[in-house]
């Protein structure tokens, strides 16, 4: 089937930003006593929504978090992107030459992913054509977000090809009935164990060979 939509995800796809969300999480845990590692967070929650993570910690470690522990995290991630964040490296170049209509869906919150596609420069690169997980009852691995981005984008989902980096995101896309490639560019991918892929999942950490993978796809090419 052709591809006539790509659906990116945002953290650690389009935005280098998973490192900085690690280290916004991790120090704000270590004031409440809880320690984790980037390796920690990387395993468990990359590529789920905020509500979820903290619900995850909540139950791990036996205590209530604070009343404010959402909002803080997120005004000081805000803070860190507008200092640090950057795309991902050749995202941009690759964008500039993709013939292919694309979209976002994130777990990320409406407010964050906005954020994030402001200090990118991608706001209005990408206005009316970002979906949260705030819109569907069950995010990813769930494949609810992909399935309602491709409606809302009328496309049918065979001919829709999802660009993750977390494992839960493959499965959602999976699940959606869309093909999927998994990104490994991000810096909180480098130096990792590698992610699990689903048998038949392509692996690439370069946007520079994207379109070459692009156009194997749309002539049918089994990419190995």
């Not at 490296?89 to 777990?107: E, H, N, Q, R, Y």
């Not at 200090?119 to 705030?134: H, I, K, M, P, Q």
């Not at 989902?157 to 490994?184: F, K, Q, R």
């Amino acid at each position: 089937m052709p591809i006539k939509l790509i659906i990116f995800d945002c953290d650690g796809v389009i935005a280098d930003s998973e490192v900085l969300s690690a280290s916004v999480l991790i120090d704000q845990l270590a004031g409440l006593g809880i320690v984790m590692t980037p390796a920690d967070v990387r395993r468990d929650f990359l590529g789920r929504s905020f509500p979820t993570v903290a619900q995850t910690i909540r139950e791990r470690f036996g205590q209530p978090l604070p009343d404010r522990f959402e909002a803080d995290y997120r005004a000081r991630l805000l803070d860190r992107f507008a200092a640090e964040l950057g795309p991902t490296p050749g995202f941009m170049a690759m964008l500039d030459a993709l013939a292919v209509p694309a979209c976002i869906a994130t777990s990320s919150s409406p407010e964050r992913a906005g954020r994030t596609l402001e200090v990118l420069g991608l706001a209005d690169r990408f206005a009316g054509r970002v979906f949260t997980a705030s819109l569907v009852r069950h995010g990813k691995p769930a494949p609810d977000l992909f399935l309602l981005a491709a409606d809302r984008m009328g496309c049918a989902p065979e001919n829709t090809l999802v660009i993750e980096d977390s494992s839960p995101g493959i499965a959602a896309g999976l699940a959606a009935g869309m093909p999927v490639l998994h990104y490994a560019g991000g810096a909180h991918l480098r130096g990792a164990e590698p992610v699990r892929l689903p048998p038949g999942i392509r692996s690439f950490d370069n946007w520079g060979g994207f379109s070459q993978l692009l156009a194997d796809l749309q002539q049918g090419v089994r990419i190995p």
